[in-house]
Structure formats: C-alpha cells, structure tokens
C-alpha cells in the first residue's frame, strides 16, 4: 500500500477503521438495512452540522453539493451576493451564474477575510438580494470567516444564507441553527476523514420554503427528491448511493462522535497553531493575515530561490509526504499544508521533519529542528 502522507487539504488520511467499513458487501440500497445505515448517518450529521434539521447525503463531491445548495433556490435573474476572498467563492458565483442567477459579487483580498458589516453593507445597498453565498474556510487561501457574526447580521434580513463548510465541518466550530444558516454543507474527505465522493446537506424550514417555489433545474440534485425518498420507508435516496462510501462516512462520523467534537475542533485548532509557529520559526512566511488564519489549513509564501516542483516534488519522493500547491494566480506563489481530519502530532512532526531537510537541501538556510520543537511546544 502507498504510505504517503496526506498533508493536504483533502482528500485526507483515512483510518484503518473506516478502511475497514469501505471493505464490506455492498447491500440493496432499498432495503430495511440500508434505510437504518442512511438514517443514522444522516442523523450523524445533523449532529455535526448541529441542526434539528434533516440531513441528506449527495453521492458527488463536495462541489456537488456547492451545485445543489444554490440550484434548488435559485430562479434565473434572481439577485444573489456572492461573497468571494478566493477560489471556492468564486466557484459559488460561477455556479450561481451557471443557474442564471445575477451575481453581485462582494470581494476581498485573497489572504483576508470578509467583515460582517461588509455584508451588512452589501445588503442595503442592494434590495432583492434572494441569498447570501460564504465560505466558512477558504481553502484556496487559508481563511476563515466570522460565520457566527454574519449570521447575527443575516437576521435582520429575509435574504437565505448558503454556508460552505467543505473544509471546516468537524475542524472549527459550525453551529448551523445557532448561527441561522438556511443551507449548510460539506464534503466526506476534508475534515470527517472519510474518502472522498459523498457530500452532506442540510437546510431549514425557511430553505425549504424557497426550494417548495422553485422549478429547480437540476435534475440529479433535486433535493425535493431527497427529501421525499428519505422520508419514505424504509428511508431512501432517489438514486442509486454510493453504499461503500456511505458505510466509510458512517465510521469516520461515529469516530468523530467518540472523540467528541467538540475534542476534534480543539485538536485542529492546536494542530493549526503547531503549524504557524512552525513555519516561522523556520523563517517562512503565511500567506494569510495571522488574526483571520485557517484551524484546518496554512498558506504558506514559497520560500525565496526555492521553486514549487523543487519543494513539493522532494517531499513526495524523498519523504513520502504530500503537500497542496496554489491555485490560480497562487499557483508557484504558495504551498498549503493541510492539518485536518485525523491528523495530529505525529503526522506533524513527520511533515517538519521532512520540510526541514527539503528546505536544507534546497539550499534555504534553516537551523535543523526548529520547525519540529514548535510541533512539540504545541502538543506537550
Ligand atoms: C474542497 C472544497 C470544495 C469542493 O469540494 P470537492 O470535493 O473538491 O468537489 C468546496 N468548498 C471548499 C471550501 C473546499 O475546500
């Protein structure tokens, strides 16, 4: 079996025990069994999403979910703000422009985040706004936004509020029905540690009555279809699931509940600190502003003379360990080291190890040690 380390922001690295589940039968999708695995892994993740609400699970990625969040509400030249500080909120826009909706973009500084009172701008300044898209942890750029304060200004308006959590659920904190989230969801193999290519969703009654006056035009991610198959008997999807990876999904989100989650969030959030401190003490830079950094992903500046083949081509076959590059304009500007899911010190140490002796070889004057004595000071 491949032993390379996955330090990236998805898909991440799967425990033995989910390994295990993904290896059993495959059994009808509509029968009795199945119905009791779909429901307790939807109520699963309802817990994690920390909603009352129902759950449904799309077979896809996260982005299919990204899609089925913005298709099922959406009337064409419906005005939507879009609020974009990198690559996934521009893939919220482009998908809201896909459905013929009208995008008022709101964007921020790549490395910074949005305000709540930028939202609350954007929203007087213009009416009809129908919904409100944000990403919970910008992945491309290792921000997170303030979901809770946006939500507080939200109130005050009739406009939805669509969440990205793809790669924040299970590794900060989301409270969906605390924070008034009409549409939340995530994908399996970013911090839930599952494989990738299940997506979850949930939506509240104010969603749902907005999705009851929309002619969707979706066909597959219809969730009136979800919605209707999964309160049937036994408990359903419209089409046929991935089985396997809803067993795996069952697992990494029953490991999660073991731990406890709010346990996981703490161990992300020190395993993001381990990693700021780090890189500094190694003389790099962050990509983001410190104050608004992500508990499941750092951007990293490439270090100068240092070139990205050069860094994340030795870590991989010298070190067996995986690193993320930039996206778009990032691309060869910055590396991310994703720290989520299971990851703890020892994958940590590993990853520091490793970049210590990349960066030494590369010829980027470091003191050997330095970056693995912060991973220890974090952990200790
Ligand atoms: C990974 C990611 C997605 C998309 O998920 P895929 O599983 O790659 O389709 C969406 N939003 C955010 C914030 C992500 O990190």
């Given at each position: 079996m491949d032993q390379t380390l996955l330090m990236l922001p998805g898909p991440t690295n799967v425990s033995n025990r989910v390994l295990q589940a993904i290896s059993k039968n495959v059994v009808n999708h509509r029968s009795v069994i199945f119905g009791e695995i779909l429901t307790e892994t939807s109520e699963l993740m309802s817990k994690m999403f920390k909603t009352n609400n129902q759950s449904y699970l799309l077979t896809g990625s996260g982005t299919a979910a990204m899609e089925a969040s913005i298709a099922n509400i959406l009337n064409p030249n419906d005005k939507v703000l879009n609020v974009i500080g990198g690559k996934f909120g521009e893939r919220?826009?482009?998908i809201t422009k896909a459905f013929g909706g009208k995008s008022i973009e709101f964007n921020v500084e790549w490395g910074d985040c949005v305000k709540p009172e930028d939202v609350k701008k954007a929203l007087e300044d213009n009416e009809d706004i129908k919904f409100v898209t944000v990403v919970h942890n910008e992945t491309s750029t290792g921000v997170t936004t303030p979901i809770k304060e946006i939500g507080d200004v939200m109130r005050d308006y009739d406009a939805l509020?669509?969440?990205d959590t793809v790669s924040s659920l299970g590794g900060d904190h989301v409270d969906?029905?605390?924070y008034g989230i009409d549409i939340c969801f995530t994908g399996s193999q970013k911090c839930l540690a599952a494989p990738p290519g299940m997506a979850a969703i949930t939506v509240s009654d104010d969603g749902w009555?907005?999705?009851?006056?929309?002619?969707?035009?979706?066909?597959?991610?219809n969730l009136k279809k979800y919605r209707d198959s999964g309160a049937g008997t036994p408990p359903e999807t419209p089409y046929t699931p991935s089985v396997t990876l809803i067993y795996g999904l069952c697992e990494a989100l029953k490991i999660i509940d073991e731990e406890g989650l709010d346990a996981r969030i703490k161990k992300h959030k020190?395993?993001?600190?381990?990693?700021?401190?780090?890189?500094?003490?190694?003389g790099l830079t962050l990509f983001p502003?410190?104050?608004?950094?992500?508990?499941?992903v750092t951007a990293i500046n490439m270090p100068n003379g240092v070139s990205d083949s050069e860094l994340r081509g030795t870590m991989r076959n010298e070190y067996k360990v995986e690193l993320a590059g930039g996206q778009d304009h990032l691309k060869g500007n910055v590396f991310r080291i994703g720290h989520m899911g299971n990851t703890t010190y020892k994958e940590l140490a590993i990853t520091f190890s490793a970049l210590e002796m990349?960066?030494?070889k590369l010829n980027f004057d470091i003191n050997l040690g330095v970056g693995?004595?912060?991973?220890?000071?974090?952990?200790i």
């Open positions: 919220l826009r482009d509020y669509v969440v969906v029905d605390r009555k907005v999705i009851d006056k929309v002619d969707s035009n979706t066909y597959y991610l020190i395993a993001a600190k381990a990693t700021r401190e780090a890189v500094k003490a190694l502003k410190e104050e608004v950094s992500s508990s499941t990349t960066l030494k693995v004595a912060e991973v220890n000071r974090a952990f």
